[in-house]
Nanobody, 114 residues
Framework: VQLQASGGGSVQAGGFLRLSCSVSRIMFRAYDMAWYRQAPGKERELVASITSGGATTLATPVKGRFIISRDNAQDAVYLQMNNLKPEDTGVYYC?????????WGQGTLVTVSS
């Protein structure tokens, strides 16, 4: 599987970004997808997930602000991030589980300034 994330950048608190992840080399529509993030000095954490059927889960800190979605025709998963906070700063990774292993893209950096 190949996972190519994009869309990160630097914004002020209260701003928004939309992350995209292009997926290849798997039958995308059959896979659950997820976004993780890793803040400086912290462990990687799950931010949002979406099943192959479209059911979504959001981590408590981002509920009401972030939206995860997928486009099976484009083999892509998205993370719309609204009302960003400085604590949202980190590297965001697109991820899926393939053949029993968690797979990661290269990450895209999000920096939120106060």
């Amino acid at each position: 599987v190949q996972l190519q994330a994009s869309g990160g950048g630097s914004v002020q608190a209260g701003g928004f970004l939309r992350l995209s992840c292009s997926v290849s080399r798997i039958m995308f529509r059959a896979y659950d997808m997820a976004w993780y993030r890793q803040a400086p000095g912290k462990e990687r954490e799950l931010v949002a997930s979406i099943t192959s059927g479209g059911a979504t889960t959001l981590a408590t800190p981002v509920k009401g602000r972030f939206i995860i979605s997928r486009d099976n025709a484009q083999d892509a998963v998205y993370l719309q991030m609204n009302n960003l906070k400085p604590e949202d700063t980190g590297v965001y990774y697109c991820s899926t589980e393939e053949r029993g292993r968690r797979r990661w893209g290269q990450g895209t950096l999000v920096t939120v300034s106060s």
